[in-house]
């Protein structure tokens, strides 16, 4: 484990590595570092000295993605002297509206070495480690411990708690943040690290002093369903590689802090960026929420906290569990489901008697295809209007759109992968949309992705 001291050298930790960066590193800079980066080092507050602590900083960056691109290229602009990049995905076509480090003629290609690449041609000097792989449990430690900083430019809630985990029991100070559809936030974390258990005075918190739980799933959607905004994540990246950069230069926080916090820490704040496509003038978009200091109690830092990095390699705490990641299949009984090839075939036939064809998907996915017949119900809308018949009494025929149909009309709910639909099903029997049974209310098994492969390969499926 190497850490950086206030003076910028780096010194071993407790597992013994040894580094191969001078004790004391008061050289010049090359007349190529001068020059490339001549325009930041006389900028107040980095100077030659902030300068060389970039030089000799080792700096992991997790997902090479929207964050991840735009980060990476500021941090290797400014001369992090090396840099590790983290992803086991490749380059999909999908990717480039906003994750500019890759190109079209890169798709196919693993992402890390994609990234490497663009950063290469804009900076030669950094050391370049790719990690073609994604980050888990059993490999979070063994990559995190080779460095002296961390940006999480993740996508996924548990890989979130994960990485502040294992940054915890590292003692990594960590720059989190995320973003999707139209908006982002962004915090600094562990900084400057201290030992877990250690609560006295005010220590910096981690991502579960300030998120103690996640939020439930259906409330959540990834970038596949809400889609995202290019400039609103590029934004947050180039953020966290500011808030990575002050961090190094200054060399204020990085150093694990053994007797407590430094005198003058800052409360840390969550930055909150949100992009308001409806208005184009408006009110400025950034807000920024004074987060606590460590929680005594915290499951990670907190004084009684039992996390261990081999308790988290062996697969304690289960990360996918703690945020509820839905299973692949819910208990719905086979006669309430039916695959999309056997729905299309009934149709056709005219076998099927008629029916209302609910489509969960949001309003803009809908506009770009459907089955013929489908109704639109969005399933943030359908959930808004489930909870308000229960909290309200409000009419339970209120959920379903105008369509003129009996009591006993059935319903078939279609959404885009096949699980929101299910979770509507289990929800309009709930709700007594069934009349006891009277009426058949039907998932149809793997939504509108299956449509695609089992009855339409010319559906546009997003
Ligand atoms: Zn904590």
Redesign the pocket.
Known sequence: MQQITEDGTHINGANGTTNSIQDEDNRRLTDEEFERYSRQVIVPGVGKEGQLRLINSRLLIIGAGGLGCPAAQYVAGAGVGTIGIVDGDVVELSNLHRQVGHSTSRIGMKKVDSLITHLEGLNPLPSYIPHPVHITPQNAADIISQYDLVMDCTDNLATRYLISDVC?LLQKPLVSAASVQKSGQLIVLNCPPTPQGLVEGNCA??Y??CFKKPPPPSSMMSCGEAGIMGPVVGMMGVAQAGEAIKIIASALHLTSQSDGPDRNLRQPSLLIYTYDLESAVGPYSFRALKMGS??KN?F???ENSTLTLEGIKSGNPNYDQFCSVPASSRSLPPEERITAAAYHRARERGELPEHILLDTREKEHFSLGKIDGAVNLPFSRFLMKAAAIKRDGSPVDDILPTVSTGVDTPIFVVCRRGLDSQEAVEKLKELGLDNGGQRKIVDIIGGMKAWKEEVDPSFQFI
């Open positions: 915890v918190p981690c579960r002093c460590r929680k915290c990670a830092c907190g």
